[in-house]
Nanobody, 125 residues
Framework: QVHPVESGGGLVQAGGSLRLACTLS????????MGWFRQGPGKERAFVAS????????NYADSVQGRFTISRVNTKNTVYLQMNSLKPEDTAVYYC??????????????????WGQGTQVTVSS
């Protein structure tokens, strides 16, 4: 099994930045595409960003395009989500997910096999 673990969440003022990290533990041998999802209060979990196993392709939700950047460092088994120009509407629990699938854009929950517990991001106005 692969166990994603998120970190880096917290409280930030609107317009500020945070960088989330997701590190894979357990069986990390092999190639995994990665994705970030988020769930705001009273809302459904929604796609945020995804990245291919080698980092060659990325995909973003329209709501975060131009503000968020997903990247990965495979030697550290870690994927990052750099979040800039944060807005109160970005407040949510952010989840990291992993999949052995390679069929981009990988923006649907059912395409992912392994999920982290989530990290809270709160953006104040």
């Amino acid at each position: 099994q692969v166990h994603p673990v998120e970190s880096g969440g917290g409280l930030v003022q609107a317009g500020g930045s945070l960088r989330l990290a997701c590190t894979l533990s357990g069986r990390t041998v092999g190639s995994y595409a990665m994705g970030w999802f988020r769930q705001g209060p009273g809302k459904e979990r929604a796609f945020v960003a995804s990245i291919s196993w080698n980092g060659g392709r990325t995909n973003y939700a329209d709501s975060v395009q131009g503000r968020f950047t997903i990247s990965r460092v495979n030697t550290k088994n870690t994927v990052y989500l750099q979040m800039n120009s944060l807005k109160p509407e970005d407040t949510a629990v952010y989840y990291c997910a992993a999949t052995g699938g390679t069929w981009f854009p990988l923006q649907q929950e059912h395409e992912y096999d392994y999920w982290g517990q989530g990290t809270q991001v709160t953006v104040s106005s």
